[in-house]
Each structure stands twice: as C-alpha cells, then as structure tokens.
C-alpha cells in the first residue's frame, strides 16, 4: 500500500512560469514531509521541508504548502529555470515507531523548457 | 555529498555471487541507511542503523544484510545476487533521527546482476 503517492511521473513548464509538484498521503502518523531533487547519475539532494504545524514554508523560489485535512503537500517553484530539471521526490516522517525512516513517492520528472 | 562516498560507483556481477556494497561516512552521524531506487518504485528502504551494531530491516530487506562495525562504516550486502536486485543503490545518512529527518545521501551505486 503506497502511502506517499506522487500521481503526475512528469510535468513540462516554460522557463520563466511556475511549476507546482503535487504529493498526497494517506498515513495521518507522517508529522514531516520533505522534497528532494534529483539528477541523472547523482544521489538526492534535500530541497525543502515543512512540519505539520505549519501550513507553508518558503525558501528562495521553492515553496512548500501543506493542507493536512486533505492529506496534500504541493511544491511551487517560480520562477522555473532549466536548471531544475530533475527528478522531484516527496518524502514523509512517521511521527510513531521508527520515525527515523521515511517513506518516499516514487518522484515526478520535472522537465523545465527554454 | 555531506561527506559520504559510496563504492564502488558500478558494478557487474553474475548470479549467484556475493556482493558488498560499502558506504562510508565522515560526518559522525549516527543514523545510516540503505535505500534502492527502480523505475517506477521511487526510493525503497532495505536497511537502515541507529548506532553502531544497532541494524533494522526496511520495507524491501529480503536478500539484504548490513553491518556496521564502526560509526563511519556501513556495509550492505547481497549473499547470493539475483536479477532482480539489478537496481542503483543509495546510502544516506542523518543526525538528528527523531527531532529531524533530513537525509543526505550519497552518490550511489549502480548494480547490474547479470
């Protein structure tokens, strides 16, 4: 049972708009939900994070929303730049046992066109 | 990388055969894991350690086996190689495991079992 769903595999935007990554949960234990970009032939890279006391949290041109009722996070980045062309992964701390692990979606292809 | 270098960075092996895949560390951090990534499955924890000899099984931990001797050195490996753990392998590594989950990880390791 997949419990951080990312439903998109890719995404295109023109350089210059925005781009916004979607992540749905379903575990009401996760209480910390991180982003990680990845390139080709590299390992992840920790982007941006936020609690689930918080219901936004910006950093630069990332920003992260959180709508707990409906078990979604979103990740905005304006404006889009060909250099983040990646693969974007949402990932999910469980506030319970184990809450050293995260369980992580299986990450969108984010393809950013001059 | 946060001081993490994975080796090697890619391997051939045969079926059968035992292979050991190191991950080593300079951060002193204390919470390591091994996580593989394959298309359409995003990131899937195998091992991880909360301390040295201190080990746990992740989601995907059959055919798996860690050790970790020293703070710096964490160890996976595969007794007898299957196809199906053809697959690019990644270590991470974090410090605060229950106030933060920021993950850093390494490079990676691509395995192909022949």
């Known amino acids: 049972d997949q419990q951080v769903k990312q439903n998109s595999p890719s995404l295109s935007v023109q350089e210059g708009r925005i781009s916004i990554l979607n992540c749905d949960y379903t575990n009401s234990m996760f209480d910390y939900f991180l982003w990680y970009k990845k390139y080709p032939a590299e390992g992840p890279t920790f982007l941006i994070s936020?609690?689930?006391?918080?219901d936004k949290n910006e950093d630069g041109r990332f920003t992260v929303f959180l709508n707990k009722s409906a078990k979604h996070l979103s990740l905005h980045i304006v404006p889009s730049q060909p250099g983040d062309s990646a693969v974007y992964f949402c990932?999910?701390?469980?506030?319970?046992?184990?809450?050293?692990?995260?369980?992580f979606g299986k990450g969108t292809k984010l393809s950013v066109i001059p | 990388d946060a001081g993490i270098t994975q080796s090697p960075r890619h391997k051939v092996t045969e079926t059968g055969t035992p292979v050991t895949l190191r991950c080593h560390q300079t951060e002193n951090h204390r919470y390591m894991y091994w996580y593989r990534q394959d298309p359409g499955h995003g990131l899937r924890l195998i091992h991880y350690?909360?301390?040295?000899?201190?080990?746990d099984k992740g989601e995907v931990s059959d055919g798996y086996s860690v050790s970790r001797s020293k703070t710096e050195d964490f160890l996976l490996t595969l007794e007898s190689a299957t196809s199906s753990q053809t697959s690019v392998y990644f270590c991470?590594?974090?410090?605060?495991?229950?106030?933060?989950?920021?993950?850093?990880f390494g490079a990676g390791t691509r395995l192909s079992v022949l």
């Open positions: 991470a590594i974090s410090d605060r495991g229950l106030a933060k989950n920021i993950q850093y």
């Open positions: 990932a999910a701390r469980n506030s319970g046992a184990g809450s050293y692990q995260l369980t």
């Open positions: 350690s909360y301390g040295v000899k201190d080990t």
């Open positions: 936020i609690s689930s006391i918080k």
